[in-house]
């Protein structure tokens, strides 16, 4: 963080989600500058730093509240015609920014299904998914932005109030097997870690395209079952998948329709970064108390 911290003048996260209202708050314990946005109307009583941005509504940020922004973070979605919300807004005025650094997050759903193979930076891009050809074009777009773009590629994000620990006290956990199928997933703190990790280095050094993941790809029966160990609570009934499929929403059958392994090898070996979880048992076993707490100091 040190380092990060140093190279950072003023950051811009853009969508004030789980992932960016994460990175805003390492950074605001570092004593970085950050402006985080929200659609949202701002309320009397909102911490410092939060901007409204509704680019639908026409609610921008001013050139005045950009003032100083050295770095941004993008991790709004694209919008329901698939285009990106901020390229189509605020290009412009990030082009008048000294920028060091644009991240882009977007999605290992860009790979398609390999049927459970590996995948890398190098790999073909075969979305079948309609929000995966979506992030892929938004991620070409920005590319052709002109400014200081790096992809940032996730899979399914975890960590604190978002978890099977979570959802195994709420009730909401399901035991359901695929055979065959694995997911690959990252701590949301190793996401603002790598972010980090990347800010610091010399921008020749900033591979255009990198992927977050932890190590060890697996079922979502296995994490539920490290969960419900940790918990000392039982699971809950095996559902298997082509019997429940019929009765699941789309967006939860598209969830089971591919199947991949993500490979972070790059951020690891060629980067030099160490996970602060390298794996699902050291993310949920890490202090199941304390695993719904602060995230560790980077």
């Known amino acids: 963080m040190p380092a990060a911290a140093a190279a950072i003048g003023r950051m811009l996260v853009l969508g004030g989600g789980y992932t960016g209202r994460r990175m805003a708050e390492a950074l605001e314990r570092a004593g970085v500058p950050v402006v985080l946005t929200r659609r949202q109307p701002l309320a009397s009583q909102e911490r410092p730093g939060w901007l409204r941005f509704d680019p639908h509504q026409g609610v921008l940020p001013s050139p ?21 919300p901020v390229l189509d807004a605020l290009l412009a005025r990030l082009l008048e920014l000294p920028l060091d650094w644009l991240g882009y997050l977007s999605t290992t759903g ?21 929000r995966s050809r979506a992030r892929l074009a938004c991620e070409e777009a920005w590319r052709r932005s002109g400014l200081p773009v790096q992809v940032l590629r996730l899979p399914g994000i975890y960590g604190p109030g978002r978890n099977p620990l979570e959802n195994l006290r709420n009730g909401t956990a399901r035991l359901i097997h695929k055979p065959g199928q694995v997911f690959s997933r990252i701590h949301v703190d190793d996401i603002v870690g790598g972010l980090l990790h990347c800010i610091a280095l010399p921008a020749v050094r900033r591979p255009e395209t990198l992927i977050l993941a932890d190590r060890f790809p697996c079922p979502s029966s296995e994490l539920l079952g490290l969960a419900a160990h940790l918990l000392g609570c039982p699971l809950p009934p095996f559902e298997r998948f082509d019997e429940v499929a019929p009765s699941m929403s789309g967006m939860a059958r598209s969830f089971w329709s591919e199947n991949r392994r993500a490979c972070s090898r790059l951020l690891r070996r060629g980067l030099g ?10 993310g949920l076993s890490s202090g199941v108390g304390s695993f719904f707490g602060a995230p560790k100091i980077l």
């Open 110 to 130: 860009v790979y398609g299904d390999t049927g459970g193979a590996w995948v890398d930076e190098s790999s073909p891009t075969r979305p079948l998914l309609e």
């Open 273 to 282: 970064y160490r996970l602060l979880y390298p794996s699902y048992w050291e």
């Open 64 to 84: 005045q509240d950009l003032l100083g922004i050295t770095h941004v973070l993008v991790t709004i979605p694209p919008d329901a015609g698939g285009r990106d």
